[in-house]
């Protein structure tokens, strides 16, 4: 009889860490966005000097303790992922603690999901017409915002905030979605109250006819763009210094397609870390490279763009100095 097996993959993609160290009745303190510090609470740490030395990224998903003890417990290796984890925790091999995992939260493995019309097939879609309007009563300053670290400034830079108007966009935060020409072509609504769905389009619009923030990363002047798949990734990456565009989601068009080429000479794919992220990055790498320069940045799993600090942000984008 085959003996069972572990996804390692799997479970650090689908198990946050503070979900385990909760189960272990750990309690830690936050001391920004994405980190979390207090006691050391694995079983190796002996260190009397070393009473906080045990740190989180949640962003990443990975722990560290810096107190010599554990360092030296684990031949000179400051931290881990979540498998790691309880490997220590349960003084276990790594497959024991990936099954254990697999036990405690009903992780098994599973097919990854397909990644969505990931060519360049032509589109028979109209294109987008500019719209005779404007929304009014947007809140840019709503915690809404805050909470995702968006920036007031970069709020009102983009007009997104909270619709308090009529309509199928009332009570979402509204993005709204410009053309090549800076022309406004739609409003998309993000839910933020768990509402389905996420996002909500007006009818007729197609997002494989445009590129968001496309007119503000022609106007850098800069040769190189930033490639990202949803709407506060590229606020992220914008309030980061770089030129960024979204693609809205993982597909590519010929559209689109037309529309970078026509303006860059090289591009970074920072494609979300999750598996239809990394192959969407693969194949749209394929296409590309035969006509301009393409760099891809792998983010950690579970990891997406809008989830990063400016600093973080910029390391990444800098290979030389990232530690990661």
Known sequence: MTAPQADFKSLKQRIPIDHVLARYGVKLRRVGPHTLYGRCPLPTHTSRQSRESFSVNLSLQVWSCHSASCIAARGGRIGGHVIDLVAIMEQCGLREAGLRLQDWFSVHPSHPAPVRALTLAPSAAEPNRPLGFALRRIDTRHPYLAQRGISSATASLFGVGMYHGAGFLAGRCVIPIRDEKSQLIAYAGRAVNGEEPKYRFPAGFSKSQVLFNLDRAMATGRRNVIVVEGFFDALKVHQAGHPVMALMGASFSQRQS???????????????????????????????????????????????????????????????????
């Open 258 to 324: 037309e529309l970078l080429l026509s303006h860059f000479v090289s591009v970074t794919l920072m494609l979300d870390g999750d598996e239809t992220g990394r192959r969407a990055t693969e194949v749209i790498a394929q296409l590309l490279s035969s006509k301009v320069a393409v760099n891809k940045v792998e983010l950690p799993s579970r990891v997406q763009p809008d989830q990063l600090s400016s600093a973080e942000i910029n390391l990444l984008l800098n290979p030389a100095k990232c530690p990661f």
